[in-house]
């Protein structure tokens, strides 16, 4: 069940970086969850270096969000820059 609930909570993730950052972005809806999933280990990641989660922590949906965004914005300036040079 927590495998699913990931993959659930990482879709979510994933579509809302998407929706806050609107652009052209390749994949659909198994690109969208790992995209979240990835934001969500990410957010944890930096969630305990800073301090903000104990170990055995996971991030929340916020951090999840926001580490996706990040990713995001990583993947289209590596693509914009491929692309353009």
């Known amino acids: 069940m ?3 609930w990931t993959a659930i ?3 979510i993730a994933g579509a809302l970086a998407k929706a806050i950052m609107p ?7 198994i690109v969208t969850m790992l995209l979240g999933v ?3 280990l990410l957010g944890t990641f930096l969630g305990r270096t ?3 989660y104990r170990p055995g922590e ?3 949906l916020i951090a999840a ?3 996706a965004i990040v990713l995001l ?3 289209r300036s590596i693509v914009g820059r491929r692309a353009s040079g």
């Open 9 to 11: 909570i990482g879709l």
């Open 58 to 60: 996971a991030a929340g």
């Open 50 to 52: 800073v301090g903000w």
């Open 65 to 67: 969000v926001v580490g």
């Open 73 to 75: 914005f990583i993947f």
């Open 38 to 40: 990835a934001g969500a």
């Open 23 to 29: 652009g052209r972005d390749p994949g659909g809806l």
């Open 2 to 4: 927590s495998l699913l």
